[in-house]
Structure formats: C-alpha cells, structure tokens
C-alpha cells in the first residue's frame, strides 16, 4: 500500500480566506483539519482542527490551565469571536507553518510515521520532479490511513 494508493482529492482553503468560514467548513464536513494553500494555490501547510481549538484560546490560560476554571461558561461560549477579522494563516502556528508530505511510493509505515511525528491528522502527497517542484497528488488522511490499515487485520 503506497501513498499514491491512499492519497484522495482534499479540501484546501487560502491562507487568506476567512478563519470563521473556514472552521464552519470543518465543522460541516467533520474534517480533521484543513489543507492550506498559498496565494497561487499551492499547498502551503496543514492546519490541524486542534491548532484552531489553540487560536481560541487565550495564551494567559494557555500558561496557567488553571485559569480555565475561573472563565464562566458565558464567556466561553464566545470563544470563536476571536476569529472575527482573521484569516486562517493566523490560526496557523507562528514560529513556522508546517506542511508535512510524502512521497508517492511511500509505504504506509513511512506515511503512520510522520503522521505520529508531526502530529498531523493530514499528509499531503507531493510528486516532485526536476521541472516540477510539487504537484499534489491529494492528501492522506489518519482516519483513510487506519481504514486500510484494519483491512488486514
């Protein structure tokens, strides 16, 4: 089983698009996360629905967990207000977006790996040759990925 073999067409979002349609596009499709693309619609990272939960909440409470107890539930109801006006490259992490991709011929132990180390529900597969510098294939899903993987139990 080859990551051309589990790479399926993926919804993407511009960075620039809004953040609050983008979490209803979550939301609606029950996706893990989302594919981000640049300016030019290439693929630009992968954002994660839990990077989404953190932009919503305040970096005070962030450090001190505790404080989650102090905030009633009025407020918390409200949490998505802080996406008003932003886009979805400021939910993506600041110190560096990340895109993780694999290969084509990678096999599925290669595609679990980076997807434990990155810590990403989503990989894209990227076939890259020398006059094409990344041409997405689709993207490999954990939950696609564990399907498959039961077939054989």
Partial sequence: M????LAEPYVSVSKDADAIEAVR????RNLPGLLVTDSAGQPYAA???CDVVRTLVP?????DGGLARVIDERHADHLCRV??????????PVERPF??????DWT???IAELMARSRSPL?????RTDEDPGRLLGVVTAARLLERLLQAV
Avoid: W
């Fill in 2 to 5: 080859r990551a051309r073999d």
């Fill in 25 to 28: 596009l979550l939301v609606e």
């Fill in 47 to 49: 954002l994660p629905v």
């Fill in 59 to 63: 970096g005070y409470v962030q450090e």
């Fill in 83 to 92: 996406l008003r006006g932003r886009t979805v490259a400021d939910c993506l």
């Fill in 99 to 104: 895109l993780p991709t694999a290969a084509p």
């Fill in 108 to 110: 599925a132990v290669e």
């Fill in 123 to 127: 990989i894209a597969v990227v076939n």
